[in-house]
């Protein structure tokens, strides 16, 4: 799918300090009986959203107004568990662009770098920082300069580089996919092929 | 005791190095590797959004032999003759099979008489091989690593891209070396060994490494035993886990009736012995363990890392902190469970046995072992599920279904079943059950779920004795 491009991002953002909160949480299992990418948003994080019975859980921050962005600003361990792409989608259908945190599962990493949302590692303390300053202050920015590399905190202006595959950055910033590029290189996968059958 | 040590030479490979370096079709500057796939299995949950991705870009399966199908996350355990009875799931089941007859996929899908478990069939009937690389969307595809093949669950855009290409784009991996040295004791499984090292590096202590198991614990193991192990490396963080192939791989291949693209079972073997870790290949990172060192484990808490022995009381604090942390509490409170209690003797409502990490034919042999003679307790509810239609008939031909059945227990048709619960079989709110299978978070086995994660010897001595017992009193 070609996805968005993402070049600058400057948000306030939504903060969920608890650590490994894995896909199983993100979005529940019994979400997953869906044929198409779209419309998982309205299930992120379902159990902890709504109550049994179905109502808004106000102690959930998705249920409070005071904070909005597209940022989720996560606690350490994000993404843990289930390699289910669904979390991806789910986060980026709510609305969310990038997801901060201080560590991401392996996997989670790989699929949200494939559908166009941006995980930013920074340093623990920062982190924890930046939590603080959110929930004292929910209108908080974010700005996140991706050719650059840069994550900073617009009211403390406390800056840090980002690390990020440089290959997967292209890719974001030009909204490419890899089965473009796969697509592009058949012929040598094809004689890769050849060339391994004959070993 | 983990310790770790360090030694190097440059000439060296480790088996990760060898499979992966083998694989490479080419190298993105400063970037991943393009990485060719032997084998890719597909299942119905996580493959529909990559056939509509092929759809929408007009291009068709560019291997479909080198992909394997199979429905097993969202199927019923009952009635598996019957249409199933949730619209959604009868969708995607049937979703998978229109995908797979348009484009040619072999599928062993419901009612195949070789249907179950991806990670349970794909060993079984040896499409899973030594030196080769798997992948799939799943994210216990780290099982087939005790072949020894770099094997490694991927996301739905990745299934697409192999789909597309037979290859995906993925960075090299940093290496650790996990070694078990001496023989585990009385009542201790491969399962307790892998949970006694999630909890004694956590469930992020692997990220960004592929870890080789080795030592004499490990060598000692059946490939049933490997499996488990390999299965759950990822519940370290681990992209995958992989054990060198020797006799017992071979043994357990030449068993194999027939092995699609082999013709000479011992000319391949001959081969796969090259498949193993140079004297002086340099790991990242080494640890070693003792297995005497380790007891049956059982989880208390919401992710795998929170394990104990089953005789000890749950810490105070999470591992290496003088203070329990919010997370830590918050994950006890969902459990019903306070730092410092014993969990022997508590109520046990359900008993699970089953999955990709304990569904195999030795598991539902060790849970025999306990049963047999004895009565499941009445206020136990137990799902026994085959990991596969093989294993079912294996299990009827040992005669394990009698001793189930004598002793009170209903033997279910092979799937995830409660393993992930997106069927009926889910554990109820509040509920406490005792699982063989690979996770306990939060509503995993269904909302309000409570899960403790163990081998098939201590959930054996759970549903007989409706309590958590230690499974080595009943050996
Ligand atoms: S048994 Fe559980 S872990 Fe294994 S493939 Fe099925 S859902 Fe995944």
New interface residues.
């Given amino acids: ?1 070609p996805k968005e491009k993402f070049t600058i991002l400057e948000s306030t953002c939504v903060p969920l300090p ?3 909160v ?1 896909t ?2 993100i979005i ?3 979400f ?6 779209e419309g998982f948003g309205d299930n992120l994080f379902r ?1 902890w959203r709504y109550t ?1 019975s179905g109502e808004k859980n106000s102690d959930f921050v998705l249920n409070n107004s005071r904070f909005e962005g597209k940022v989720l600003v996560a ?3 994000f993404g ?7 979390a ?1 989608w789910a986060i980026f259908d709510y609305g969310f662009r990038a997801v901060v945190s201080s ?1 991401f ?3 989670f990493m ?2 949200s770098l ?2 166009g949302l941006l995980p930013i590692v920074i340093p623990a303390d920062l982190l924890s920082n930046l939590q603080d300053l959110i929930r004292k202050d929910p209108g908080s920015k974010v700005h996140i300069d991706l050719a650059n590399q840069t994550f900073t905190i617009v009211p403390t202006g406390e800056s840090v580089a980002f690390s990020i ?4 950055k292209e890719c974001m910033l030009g909204g490419l ?3 473009d ?3 592009a ?2 012929d ?2 094809i004689s ?2 050849e060339n ?1 059958k004959r070993v | 005791m983990a310790t770790e040590k360090n030694h190097t030479n440059l000439e060296a490979k480790t088996l990760y190095d060898k499979i992966w370096d ?1 694989h490479v ?2 190298s ?1 500057a ?3 590797d ?1 990485l ?1 796939i032997d084998r890719h299995y597909i299942h119905e ?2 493959s ?2 990559a056939f ?2 092929l759809k ?2 007009g ?1 068709s399966v ?1 291997r479909p032999g080198n992909t394997l199908a199979t429905a097993d ?2 199927i019923p355990t009952r009635d598996q003759h019957l249409p199933i009875r ?1 619209e ?2 009868r ?2 089941v049937t ?1 998978l099979s229109e995908n797979c007859s348009k484009y040619g996929i072999e599928l062993f899908g419901l009612n195949h008489s070789k249907n179950g478990i991806v990670h349970v069939i794909g060993p079984e009937l040896g499409f899973t091989l030594p030196g080769m690389t798997i992948v799939c ?3 216990h595809t780290s099982t087939h690593g005790a072949f020894g093949t770099i094997a490694f ?6 299934v ?2 192999v789909l ?8 090299k991996s940093k290496k650790m070396r996990i070694s078990i040295n001496g023989l585990p004791g009385k009542g201790v499984t491969s399962k307790d060994i892998i949970m006694y090292v999630i909890s004694e590096i956590t ?2 202590g692997a ?2 490494y592929f870890v080789e198991f080795s030592g004499q614990a490990i060598r000692s193991l059946s490939m049933e035993a490997r499996m488990t192990i390999c299965n759950m490396s990822i519940e370290m ?1 681990a ?1 995958g886990g992989v054990i060198a192939p020797d006799e017992t791989t071979f043994n357990y291949l030449r068993k194999i009736p027939s092995i699609r693209g082999i013709d000479d079972i011992e000319a391949a073997i001959d081969k796969w012995k090259t498949l193993s870790t140079d004297e002086g290949a340099k790991f990242d990172r080494e640890l070693v363990f003792e297995a005497s060192d380790i007891n049956p484990m059982i989880t208390y808490g919401t ?1 795998p890392g929170m394990g104990m022995s089953v005789d000890e009381a749950i810490p105070m604090a999470e591992k290496n902190s003088s203070e329990a ?3 830590f509490l ?1 994950s006890l409170n969902y459990m019903g469970f306070k730092p410092g209690m014993s969990l022997l003797g508590h109520p046990v409502d359900y008993v699970f046995i089953g999955s990709c990490t304990n569904g195999r034919i030795e598991d539902f042999r060790a849970f025999a072992g306990i049963i047999k003679g004895r009565k499941k307790s009445d206020n136990v509810t137990a799902l026994i599920v085959p990991g596969s239609k093989l294993v079912e008939e294996q299990m009827a031909a040992e005669g394990l279904i009698e001793i189930y059945t004598a002793a009170g227990f209903e033997v279910r048709q092979p799937g995830c079943s409660s393993c ?3 069927n009926e079989d889910k554990i109820p ?1 509040g509920k406490y059950a005792v699982s063989t299978s690979n ?1 306990n ?4 086995q269904g ?2 779920s409570r899960t403790m994660l163990a081998s098939p010897l201590t959930a054996a001595a759970a549903a007989i004795t409706g309590r958590i017992s230690d499974p080595r009193e009943f050996l």
């Fill in positions: 799918m608890l650590e490994n894995d199983d949480q529940p299992a019994r997953l009986s869906a044929t198409s990418r159990d049994k606690g350490k361990n843990s568990g289930s390699s289910r792409e669904h991806v560590f599962a392996d996997i790989n699929n494939n559908n595959n440089p290959y997967k996919d890899d089965i590029f796969l697509l290189i058949k040598q996968i890769y092929e391994k | 083998s079709v080419r993105i400063g970037g991943p393009v060719y949950v996580t529909p959004q509509n991705g929408e870009r291009i560019f996350h969202n949730d959604l799931s969708n995607q979703r969307g799943d994210s669950g991927i996301g739905t855009s990745e697409e891209m597309a290409a037979q290859c995906i784009i993925q960075p469930t992020g990220t960004g963080g992209r992710n942390s919010p997370s918050k992930l619960a997106m709110q996770r978070f939060e509503g995993r909302p309000g």
